[in-house]
């Protein structure tokens, strides 16, 4: 999945980011209040992007 095509959807489901990292993000869901490490990659692998989307949803 495209870095960009992820970020997006998690826009849309309320997510914010919190701190840039060298090599990651830290996003989080204010609602539950969970985080999650996104990594700066153009390409992300479907199963760490599944999870991260598992992980964020509210």
């Known amino acids: 999945m495209k870095r960009v095509d992820l970020l997006q959807n998690l826009n849309r489901q309320g997510v914010v980011c919190t701190r840039h990292g060298a090599k990651h993000d830290v996003y989080v ?13 153009d390409e992300i692998n479907e199963y760490t992007a599944k999870a ?6 509210g």
């Open 52 to 57: 991260i989307l598992k992980k964020l949803s």
């Open 29 to 41: 869901q204010p609602r539950t209040n969970k985080e999650a490490a996104v990594p700066r990659h």
